[in-house]
């Protein structure tokens, strides 16, 4: 396998990380990041969210490396060091949520062609969740899953949801779905927001960490989605409502200060869920794994703690 440049001086993470460059089947050059773990019980599955990258999960690698569990993550297409989908590098874009797929079965390919520990468990956040639960229903060879403020629904101004469902399908051919979804450009949320007002962290230390990465390797940085890649989501949102619930044991975390995905959403696929358990965490925003650090320890410690339960 080719290697991939990987920042390890941003990641903070665990020494031996290595990254590798895999060909998706439509051609697209997809990064995926390993970072073993010497006597691992298992491994990690970790599926980021929307505008994210390996770096940004070292410290999270280095806490389940010392858990003792191996991890790999991928960089989506169109974001991270993974191929951009069009001209402007800046743009969330993806032609269908469905194309993720594609970057999750290179995941599964890397891990198993380094010999990565069994039992396999998926962790995802955010978009990730939206990603890894189509992952599952398709039979993701993992034991348990756990989802961090997952992407099964978002919040949106009222004003967008036509302007992202309808004009895709009716202006397509003048490519309106690669434009950016109104009220988003290519700026990104973290290097703009500015800490005060973020919606992510109440950890000044994590979010100035994350700021940081960006302002160093600015070919990390994605802006706004496009407006096909919001109607994308949308559909695939519906796609797993309707779907039977995967039966492998599932944890859910959410936020109580939860203001970016949709928690009436995560509420309702948790209904008729009978192997899924959904654990509100008081205090917590969307990045419940990024957290000040209580948090970041009741997730980490629920979240090992259900992986080992009833693991053999």
């Known amino acids: 396998m080719e290697s991939a440049p990987f920042r390890a001086d941003l990641a903070e993470g665990p020494e031996d990380a290595r990254a590798f460059w895999r060909c998706g089947r439509d051609g697209r050059r997809i990064r995926v990041v390993l970072w073993p773990a010497k006597g691992a019980n298992g491994s990690v599955l970790l ?46 874009h993806v032609a269908s949520f469905r194309d993720y797929q594609m970057d999750v079965a290179e995941l599964v390919s890397t891990a198993r062609a380094d010999g990565l520990p069994e039992p396999w468990f998926l962790v ?26 997952p992407m099964w629904g978002f919040k949106m101004p009222f004003f967008i949801w036509p302007v992202a469902i309808f004009l895709p399908h ?39 960490h994350m700021a940081r990465q960006l302002a160093e390797e600015p070919g990390l940085v994605l802006g706004g989605p496009s407006t096909g890649w919001v109607g994308s989501a949308i559909a695939e949102h519906r796609w797993l409502a309707r779907m039977t619930r995967p039966e ?25 869920w009978p192997s899924a358990q959904l654990c509100i965490i008081e205090g917590a925003r969307h990045e419940v794994m990024m957290e000040v650090a209580a948090i970041r320890t009741r997730f980490m410690t629920d979240a090992l703690q259900f992986l080992e339960l009833h693991q053999g």
């Not at 955010?126 to 899953?145: D, F, H, T």
């Not at 109104?182 to 949320?189: L, R």
Request: charged content about 25%.
């Open 248 to 272: 492998l044991p599932v944890l859910t975390a959410l936020g109580s200060d939860e203001r970016i995905v949709s928690t009436s959403a995560i509420h309702r696929m948790h209904v008729k």
């Open 124 to 149: 995802a956040h955010s978009m990730g969740g939206c990603i890894g639960l189509r992952s599952l229903i398709e039979g993701l060879p993992v034991r348990k899953a756990v989802f961090s403020a």
């Open 47 to 92: 599926f980021p969210g929307r505008t994210e990258y390996a770096e940004k999960y070292g410290r999270v690698a280095r806490d389940l490396n010392e858990a003792g569990y191996a991890v790999a993550t991928v960089d989506w297409r169109g974001q991270g060091f993974s191929d951009r989908l069009t001209d402007d590098a800046r743009l969330g």
């Open 170 to 208: 009716f202006l397509g051919p003048l490519g309106v779905e690669r434009r950016y979804v109104p009220g988003s450009g290519p700026g990104n949320y973290v290097t703009e927001a500015g800490f005060d007002s973020n919606l992510l962290t109440r950890d000044r230390e994590t979010f100035a």
